[in-house]
């Protein structure tokens, strides 16, 4: 049945008071209320809804809310029309005593009335409450549009689409199924990514501990198993070195080698011995040789000493002839030296003559340079005084005899200023103390002045201000004074003055330097110098000249010195002969006692030659037995040979046996730390434990494939409950989704919605691609609301039970844009059912054209 | 009085069971351990001083200390017994070996370690040739030099040996298997053999006794010793000693059976469930329904034994219009039960078993 709105009235309704408001003449088109906020436009709405779904006796807190400012009742008059006609609808509320009537229209016949009335409402409408049916789904109020559909709204989608799909009733037991079995998936995997969660994990995780855990079993056993074969290796050579036949077969070699090395060592020792007896004889045979070489030399030496006595003897009486000779030099040096010691002296005597004379000659010249200095500085030092003089009239302060002049002639610039003037304005012949007055010119008058002007004299005094007058004759008298006191008679004079005493001043320092000049030792030693009494030499100077008698003393003191010289030269010669005198009798004397010692020693010659004999016979002896143990010497030594390579394999086989047995030890700790590994190993079972590790990974790995059959079983059956649910819901909103898509079109370009589970859009799909309406802009939400409730609108109506859709405020999220586009939408849906839309944006409603609904004031008709 | 003895072989002590519940895995190692107990009461029950272990005493060649030394402590204490070793290939001789671990801390005087291939007196007549393994692979039939080895006349010979013979064995060495007329060949009154986990004759007078204790899922006869007696060699005598039955069942489930019925072969076992371990493997062909019978049945089992490995993949559930989901009251449950049961692939119907588990829970 379809149902559409004619006009709407209402008073006492919250602010609409007894005036009310009616919106009469609503056409069954595009219907636009435009009005500013708090004119009360979902008040109307509101009342709307109370009229068609409440009782007029209810007291609800829908009912109350609804009453006006004052208290009143509310009155709401209804007219709409279906398909049974056109009907209005009068409504006053009360509680316990409200009254609804329901007439025809045009005729305004009542035709039910209370209980009656709004039963029939109800029928008329298809619901029993607002929320209910499709005026639930359609009327779309502030803020209400992004909310998601509630239940009573799904129900009215599911049951408007119910006669589409005959099974519809039947989903909810596959809905339950499909929660199950997300359940059930969720144990194994994450619903976003299928990542492995909870068993899935724990399975995995299962065998990967249980993967590691056989891995190191098997490095474990494999470790064992090294040291098993490592120490049937080492057993193996341990074996073998320690057989008894090898060991015994080696002991006997060494056995061997360490007699045969004993043997040579024997023999070797012998050597030494030998050798010991060589080096003794060697010895002996020396000492032999050495007492014949003694023995020789004795001899030899007695005959030398026989030749030496007689060369010493002829020796001393040369020395003796010498040493006569060079005492006679001697003497003749000294006679020399001594007559030229004489002429030096006489040559000196004349010097010291000629040096007196030419020293007084300098004295005389010495004082005569004195007595002039003396004058000068005694002219200096009167000079001196004078300028002292002058320094010594006493202090001069020019500054302050200028000060006084200044004050002097400030005085009288003063006494100036204070004086009155006479000037000669015109004419002439006048006269100023005698003196003219040219026109123009002024003069000051100080104290009286003697005008003459023509034939008339005139006497001017001027008073003039005392203190004035009297500063200036203070300062005048006080500069008199002090100019009398310089000794002056001006001022210039005084400057004049005080230069000279400056100069006197610089004058005196000048002169006390000269005076130190020429006098640095004072005035008494140049007054001492100056008065000087000079004694001349006596006799006369000598007849050379002081060159000539230095020349002739200096050749006098060379001839000496030469003399002397010699002289010394003789002496030395004559000791020295003398000395070797001595020495050559005390030589021959020693050599013919020694002569005489030797020869009484070495016997007569029969003795010498037994002697020679014997000790020739010594010396033969010794070397044979010499030979003889040297003979043995190089036998022992090739025997030595043998005996040093018998020791070295005696020490080589030692050292083998000292390897053998290290290794031996070796083998044993090497073989005992093994033992002991093995044993820790053994106590570990390492088999036992790579078993268990293989079954307990065989076992997870069971686990595991269980749950990956699980999990696929699940996402299978998924799958496919998914798939047939989507299709079915496909099957089932077909009606709405082709009622949707022109609008989808119109307002998002070529589009169409999807519809969820629930049957509420839950994405857009655009050019192929799905988006989530939940990740849509607010705006794009609020329009895809619209547009379904537009699409539901469209479904009804195609069934022929078009209602009103009503839109209040709706639109707020849309840009100007997608506004326009809108509002075709709403002219497209409004050419099939009626579409109430309000507004507090007339402007931005302008255009969306429709019927303008003009609200007046309520006139109740009944 | 003819002499008597036990052959029994394989005990492979230290399996670590790993793979099973902490709990269960300590139980299978100690009954593995005392299986000894049990071979030594058997022994006593029947008279017998000499137990021959034919090889694989210990399941890995270097043990732990623990579970070298524990059952020495076992066999020590069954003084009264004669336990005699042999080294198979899971514990060969050699350098190193653990019989050498043995040697060298001294074994009881009642356990004799046959690590040399020397014939050893067990009685005035009676000699035992053993066989020893002293590598992983000896490269030849261990058994051969039965025919060159001396035994004084008139002695009894028993080859006592470890591996495969044609045909059998768990072919540690299958280049070089033991021939199976050993006995025969080798004047052998009776040859004792190791390597088969159950009991199985390999040729005349020629036994694997198996391994007294099972330690895997395998219909072979395991869990049992053989009482071996002088001039009844051809037919020795089986004597259970297992105390955990590992049991392989293979199901093929058959449409119109009921489930009950199918499984009434394990239900139905005499042997206490805590000490049962089964690994069922279900084929064929069932409807949905039946199989939800069989879930049931599952999870009684899973609960009351000591361990199930439930195999059901090669098990084909039918989607026939009586027994499939596409007549549920959901659209579109039903539906995508239609689409499941038309894809063919395994993970398709695991899906729809799926969505019938989760149907039936809710």
Request: aromatic share 4%.
């Amino acid at each position: 049945m379809s149902f559409c709105f004619d006009a709407i009235r209402l008073r006492y309704v919250r602010g609409f008071g007894a005036e009310g408001v009616a919106l009469d003449n609503l056409s069954p088109g595009l219907n636009v209320l435009s009005q500013p906020n708090e004119f009360g436009k979902s008040t109307i709405l509101a009342a709307m809804k109370a009229a068609l779904f409440y009782k007029a006796t209810a007291d609800s807190k829908v009912v109350r809310s609804l009453y006006g400012f004052d208290g009143d009742p509310p009155e709401i008059e209804i007219d709409f029309t279906t398909d049974k006609g056109a009907r209005r609808l009068s409504k006053r509320f009360r509680k316990g005593r409200g009254e609804t009537k329901l007439f025809e229209r045009p005729s305004l016949k009542e035709i039910a009335r209370e209980a009656d009335a709004e039963r029939e409402v109800l029928r008329l409408v298809g619901a029993d409450k607002p929320e209910n049916g499709p005026g639930g789904l359609l009327w779309v109020e502030q803020g209400s549009a992004l909310s998601d559909l509630e239940a009573p709204q799904k129900a009215a989608i599911a049951e408007a689409l119910a006669s589409e799909v005959s099974e519809l009733s039947s989903s909810e037991e596959a809905l339950r199924l499909g929660q199950t079995i997300a359940r059930e998936l969720a144990e194994f995997e994450t619903a976003k990514t299928g990542k492995p969660t909870k068993k899935l994990l724990a399975a995995l995780t299962d065998v990967d501990e249980a993967e590691a855990a056989l891995a190191t079993a098997e490095t474990t056993l494999t470790t064992a198993q090294s040291y098993r074969d490592r120490l049937v290796s080492l057993n193996a050579e341990l074996r073998e070195r320690a057989q008894p036949g090898n060991v015994a077969r080696d002991e006997e070699e060494l056995a061997q080698a360490r007699t045969v090395a004993q043997e040579l060592r024997r023999k070797a020792e012998s050597l030494s011995h030998t050798e010991q007896t060589v080096t003794r004889l060697n010895g002996a045979k020396d000492q032999a040789l050495d007492r014949l070489e003694r023995w020789e030399r004795d001899v030899k030496r007695l005959q030398e000493l026989s030749e030496l006595v007689g060369m010493a003897a002829a020796n001393e009486a040369e020395m003796a002839d010498e040493a006569g000779m060079a005492k006679g030099q001697s003497e003749e040096c000294a006679a020399a030296v001594t007559s030229l010691e004489l002429h030096q002296k006489s040559l000196r005597v004349s010097l010291r003559r000629a040096d007196a004379f030419e020293r007084f000659a300098q004295n005389q010249a010495r004082q005569d340079a004195a007595q002039r200095t003396l004058a000068e500085v005694k002219k200096c030092m009167a000079d001196k005084n004078a300028a002292a003089a002058i320094v010594g009239r006493g202090a001069l302060n020019v500054n302050a005899l200028r000060e006084l002049e200044r004050d002097i002639l400030v005085a009288e610039a003063a006494l100036d200023a204070a004086s009155p003037e006479v000037e000669l304005v015109n004419g002439a012949d006048a006269a100023l103390d005698g003196v003219d007055l040219e026109p123009g010119q002024a003069r000051r008058v100080r104290g009286e002045a003697k005008l003459t002007v023509g034939a008339a004299e005139l006497l001017v005094r001027a008073s003039l201000p005392r203190d004035l007058i009297e500063r200036r004759d203070r300062a005048r008298a006080e500069l008199a004074l002090q100019l009398e006191a310089a000794g002056v008679q001006s001022i210039d004079q005084a400057e004049a003055e005080a230069a000279a005493r400056r100069d006197a001043s610089l004058d005196l320092k000048r002169l006390d330097e000269e005076i130190k000049r020429l006098a640095p030792k004072g005035l008494s030693d140049l007054e001492t110098n100056a008065a000087l009494e000079l004694v001349e030499p006596e006799g006369e100077p000598p007849d050379e000249p002081r060159d000539e008698l230095e020349r002739q003393l200096s050749d006098t003191e060379a001839g000496l010195e030469q003399a002397r010289a010699r002289l010394n030269g003789a002496r030395t010669r004559q000791e020295e002969f003398d000395k070797k005198l001595i020495v050559s009798r005390a030589e021959a004397q020693v050599r013919k006692q020694e002569m005489e010692q030797l020869a009484l020693d070495l016997g007569t010659d029969e003795d010498r030659a037994a002697a020679r004999k014997e000790l020739e016979r010594a010396i033969t002896e010794q070397a044979a037995q010499l030979a003889e143990a040297e003979r043995a010497v190089i036998e022992l030594r090739q025997g030595q040979k043998d005996h040093e390579a018998a020791e070295r394999r005696v020490k080589r086989l030692e050292e083998a046996k000292a390897n053998r047995e290290r290794k031996l030890t070796s083998l044993k700790v090497e073989i005992g730390q093994l033992e002991g590994q093995l044993m820790q190993v053994y106590q570990q079972g390492p088999e036992e434990s790579r078993d268990a590790a293989a079954e307990r990974l065989e076992s997870a790995q069971a686990r595991l494939d269980r749950c990956e059959a699980r999990r696929s079983a699940l996402k299978r059956l998924k799958a496919t409950l998914d798939a047939v649910q989507s299709e079915r819901r496909d099957r089932l909103l077909k009606p709405l989704i082709e009622a949707t898509t022109p609008l989808i079109d119109q307002v998002f370009g070529v589009g169409a919605l999807r519809f969820g589970a629930d049957l509420t859009p839950h994405s857009l799909e655009r050019e192929g691609v799905l988006q989530d309406v939940d990740t849509l802009s607010a705006g794009a939400r609020e329009q895809i609301a619209i547009v379904t409730r537009l699409g539901m609108a469209r479904l009804y109506a195609g069934r022929g039970q078009g209602v009103p859709i009503i839109l209040d405020d709706a639109l707020i999220y849309a840009d100007d844009g997608r506004t326009d586009r809108l509002f075709d939408a709403l002219q497209l849906v409004a050419e099939e059912t009626q579409v109430i839309v309000l507004t507090c944006h007339e402007r931005r409603f302008d255009a969306l054209g429709g019927n303008r609904l003009e609200p007046k004031a309520f006139l109740p008709s009944v | 009085m003819a002499f008597r003895f036990l052959h029994t072989a394989d005990w492979q002590l230290g399996k670590p069971f790993a793979g099973f519940s902490p709990d269960l895995s300590s139980s299978l190692r100690d009954a593995r351990l005392a299986m000894i107990d049990r071979l030594a009461a058997a022994a006593r029950q029947e008279g017998v001083q000499h137990v021959l272990v034919a090889g694989d005493v210990w399941d890995q060649a270097m043990p732990s200390d623990r579970v070298l030394l524990q059952p020495v402590d076992r066999m020590a204490a069954a003084a009264d017994l004669e336990w005699w070793l042999l080294p198979g290939n899971h514990d060969p001789a050699g350098p190193e070996s653990l019989w050498q671990r043995l040697a060298a801390r001294g074994l009881p005087a009642n356990i004799h370690a046959l690590v040399d291939a020397t014939p050893v007196a067990l009685a005035d007549d009676v000699m035992v040739l053993p066989a020893p393994w002293t590598s992983k692979r000896p490269g030849r039939d261990t058994t051969e030099i039965f025919e060159t080895m001396p035994t004084p006349a008139g002695v009894k010979r028993i080859g006592l040996a470890h591996g495969g013979v044609i045909g059998f064995g768990s072919d540690p060495d299958a280049s070089h298997p033991i021939d199976p007329n050993r006995a025969e060949k080798s004047g052998l009154s009776y040859l004792a053999l190791g390597d088969w986990h159950g009991t199985k004759e390999a040729g005349p007078r020629a036994w694997y006794a198996g391994t007294p204790e099972p330690d895997r899922f395998r219909n072979n006869e395991a869990g049992a010793t053989l009482l071996v007696e002088e001039g009844q060699e051809q037919h020795p005598k089986r004597l259970p000693t297992k105390l955990f039955s590992w049991e392989m069942h293979q199901i093929t489930a058959e449409r119109g059976r009921d489930p009950h019925d199918l499984m009434r072969g394990v239900l139905d076992a005499d042997w206490p469930a805590h000490q049962r371990l089964l690994q069922i493997d279900l084929s064929g062909r069932l409807p949905i329904e039946e199989r939800r019978k069989l879930q049931m049945i599952e999870r009684d089992l899973a609960a009351r034994m000591a361990y199930l490995d439930w195999r059901d993949r090669g098990l084909e559930i039918a989607f026939s219009a009586d027994d499939t989901l596409d007549d549920h009251a959901d659209p579109v449950i039903a539906e995508t039960a239609r689409r499941l049961a038309c894809d063919e692939d395994r993970e398709a119907k695991a899906a729809l078993l799926l969505l019938d588990d989760l149907l039936s829970a809710s």
